[in-house]
């Protein structure tokens, strides 16, 4: 978008191949503010493409607003072994006191452990996103 607007009162955080690639000025490099930051790049598409080998899965999940959902579907991961990178609680827009909760999981898509946590999340009334299959690279 930057590229494309022609603009110069303009600028985007990227990587250092994607401004090589669109041939744009790197301004500044490493603007973190802590060395142990990183940055994620993800790609968005229409159509669903997982990528072989693709071993690191996210998904958003609602579950119901009552003692223990988050504590049970937490264990579900423990039970099948699947390792959990990263929880975060998001809002639910309209909705208060009541969160989505996005996860990183450990795990492939097409994994016998991931289709039985399907399964049995199912069984927990939440309502689930797949949103995509990745690997680490770095």
Known sequence: MVYESGRNDLAALSSLSCAELYTLNCLKSSVQ??????????CISKDLEIYPGS???SIMMALPHKPGSLYHALGRFYALGINLNKLESRPIAGS???FMFYFD???????????QMFKDIEGLGAQFKYLGSYTEVG
Request: aromatic content about 18%; charged content about 35%; cysteine-free.
């Open 33 to 42: 503010d802590s060395g142990a930051n990183y940055t994620r790049f993800i």
């Open 55 to 57: 071993d690191r899965t």
């Open 96 to 98: 208060d006191f009541e």
């Open 105 to 115: 999981l450990e795990t492939s898509v097409y994994s016998d452990e991931f289709m």
